[in-house]
């Protein structure tokens, strides 16, 4: 029996997220229709963690028990040969028996971008969100400092959750302008990383929606820390849209 871990990578646009459902496509169920048409076997593919539906992955793990002896190049190519051009496996590696994607993951890094124009950018709709108002971020850096650390993050915490705990360790955080030189942003491009141990369902996206408001003039940057405290999702602000979620590195 051979353990073999996958690095994919795929635009979110079109699918119900990672996890696998019954009746919409979803990435999990697209990779194990291929692997078990490559292998014959009923294949179980373990993820990192789930995506939901819209957002992307540059750099999603996830791991499967074989007992094929196809080379690890004919496993990525293969697959890759089968699946359709917005998911691909971009690394595949033999790993030792007991390796478990979602449980032996110590830090996830997600990326989200906003792009602050006053006109429709094409290019970047499915990519970013989008808004019309310019961002103050040296107001968002303000309010940064309030998520380090670990806290219970119940006011970031979507309903359906269902997590046995909220209580989150945030490594980093980081709001910077960056230049792009294609696609072009035709605007100003934001972009907003953050690491931690584990995220909430719809945490990053909740966070993001706070942080615009802060950045747009809506709330002040200490109110950051105050709806923290509150561990009341009605305190926070509106949720930001899937599109511009990157789950960019798990590290183990």
Not at 13 to 31: A, M
Not at 98 to 126: M, N, Q, T
Not at 214 to 228: C, F, L, N, V
Request: some cysteine; proline content about 4%.
């Amino acid at each position: 029996m051979r353990n073999i871990k996958l690095t994919i990578q795929y635009d979110g646009s079109r699918y119900h997220g990672w996890q696998k459902q019954k009746d919409n496509p979803t990435i999990q169920g697209l990779l194990e229709d291929v692997l078990k048409r490559m292998t014959g076997e009923m294949i179980r593919l373990i993820g990192s963690g789930r995506t939901d539906a819209g957002v992307h992955a540059a750099a999603q793990t996830a791991n499967f028990h074989t007992m094929s002896n196809i080379s690890l190049s004919g496993i990525q190519k293969g697959i890759n040969s089968m699946l359709p051009d917005d998911i691909a496996v971009i690394a595949a590696e033999e790993i030792d028996d007991d390796f478990h994607a979602l449980k032996d993951a110590v830090c996830k890094r997600y990326s989200y971008h906003i792009v602050s124009s006053p006109v429709r950018l094409p290019l970047w709709e499915g990519r970013a969100w989008v808004i019309n108002q310019p961002i103050d971020a040296d107001a968002v850096r303000q309010a940064l400092a309030f998520l380090t650390g670990e806290h219970d993050f119940s006011a970031f915490k979507a309903s359906g959750c269902s997590a046995k705990t909220s209580i989150r360790r945030i490594f980093s955080v980081d709001f910077k302008q960056i230049s792009i030189e294609f696609p072009p942003a035709g605007g100003i491009h934001y972009i907003f990383t953050i690491a931690a141990s584990g995220f909430l369902r719809y945490m990053v996206r909740n966070i993001v929606g706070v942080l615009v408001m802060i950045g747009t003039g809506k709330i002040r940057p200490d109110e950051m820390k105050r709806i923290i405290s509150s561990k009341d999702r009605s305190m926070a602000g509106p949720t930001a849209p899937p599109q511009g979620l990157y789950l960019e590195e798990v590290t183990y």
